[in-house]
């Protein structure tokens, strides 16, 4: 794979052992968990990873009922001691995401510990053929954190902080990417979102990255486009890894 010159040594397009899901530094014992766009590509990918490390609820969310059926049902299968809570909501949707994390809050035994905000939406088109109201709701990142802080620890654990928020972005916002308005910008308007709430809850380990090029149903979308790019394995141990730098020396 070509890739620009830069400080990384090492690229990697599939996992390898040192961020490992089984690793004790990343266990997630005892822990309580919620992924937005939880049912398939990589929130799938994420959640297995979660459910490796022993996280004790995980919470998917998503727009569709059956995939995140399916993967509850997988990770029911592989990881029977991890207790998996389904919901269905719209991130732009405020009310119904605060019932679903008040009920998985209630169902966990009071707090969540973690958020992964993963959910995205890819519908190319022209500017001037987008939709506002569509355009709007991808901007729509603060309803998340706005129905997730009110449930985090209220003391901070052994790293110095109460709870951890990862946004998954995407390298598209960083190329030129045409037809992609309201998925670029409303992942670069959640980047954006993520070092508010960074600066306004220091207690809170907050984190943007995204997870390179994945086959997903979402990209096959951009791959039926045209837009052709190196793929990175799906099965990566997504957004465990960097939880293991949320430390305060």
């Given at each position: 794979?070509?890739?620009?010159?830069?400080?990384?040594?090492?690229?990697?397009?599939?996992?390898?052992?040192?961020?490992?899901?089984?690793?004790?530094?990343?266990?997630?014992?005892?822990?309580?968990?919620?992924?937005?766009?939880?049912?398939?590509?990589?929130?799938?990918?994420?959640?297995?990873?979660?459910?490796?490390?022993?996280v004790a609820n995980l919470a998917l969310l998503g727009r569709?009922?059956?995939?995140?059926?399916?993967?509850?049902?997988?990770?029911?299968?592989?990881?029977?001691?991890?207790?998996?809570?389904?919901?269905?909501?719209?991130?732009?949707?405020?009310?119904?995401?605060?019932?679903?994390?008040?009920?998985?809050?209630?169902?966990?035994?009071?707090?969540?510990?973690?958020?992964?905000?993963?959910?995205?939406?890819?519908?190319?088109?022209?500017?001037?053929?987008?939709?506002?109201?569509?355009?709007?709701?991808?901007?729509?990142?603060?309803?998340?954190?706005?129905?997730?802080?009110?449930?985090?620890?209220?003391?901070?654990?052994?790293?110095?902080?109460?709870?951890?928020?990862?946004?998954?972005?995407?390298?598209?916002?960083?190329?030129?990417?045409?037809?992609?308005?309201?998925?670029?910008?409303?992942?670069?308007?959640?980047?954006?979102?993520?070092?508010?709430?960074?600066?306004?809850?220091?207690?809170?380990?907050?984190?943007?990255?995204?997870?390179?090029?994945?086959?997903?149903?979402?990209?096959?979308?951009?791959?039926?486009?045209?837009?052709?790019?190196?793929?990175?394995?799906?099965?990566?141990?997504?957004?465990?890894?960097?939880?293991?730098?949320?430390?305060?020396?």
């Amino acid at each position: 794979m070509a890739v620009q010159p830069g400080p990384t040594k090492t690229y990697h397009l599939t996992t390898y052992d040192s961020i490992s899901p089984t690793l004790p530094a990343l266990s997630q014992k005892g822990k309580n968990v919620i992924i937005t766009g939880g049912g398939t590509g990589i929130g799938q990918a994420i959640a297995l990873s979660f459910a490796k490390a022993s996280v004790a609820n995980l919470a998917l969310l998503g727009r569709r009922l059956k995939p995140l059926e399916d993967t509850k049902s997988l990770i029911n299968t592989s990881y029977p001691n991890v207790s998996v809570h389904v919901y269905t909501a719209d991130v732009a949707d405020e009310a119904t995401l605060n019932e679903a994390f008040s009920a998985f809050a209630q169902a966990a035994g009071g707090v969540i510990h973690t958020l992964i905000a993963n959910a995205g939406v890819l519908s190319l088109g022209k500017v001037l053929d987008t939709d506002t109201e569509s355009f709007m709701k991808s901007l729509e990142t603060n309803a998340l954190v706005k129905s997730f802080v009110p449930h985090i620890p209220t003391e901070p654990d052994n790293t110095g902080f109460r709870a951890r928020i990862i946004h998954t972005s995407s390298a598209a916002v960083q190329l030129d990417f045409p037809y992609n308005m309201n998925y670029t910008v409303g992942k670069l308007a959640g980047a954006k979102i993520m070092q508010h709430v960074a600066a306004e809850h220091p207690d809170v380990f907050v984190l943007n990255y995204h997870p390179g090029t994945v086959a997903t149903p979402m990209n096959d979308i951009a791959t039926k486009a045209g837009f052709e790019m190196p793929k990175d394995d799906g099965k990566y141990p997504l957004s465990i890894c960097y939880l293991k730098t949320a430390k305060v020396e």
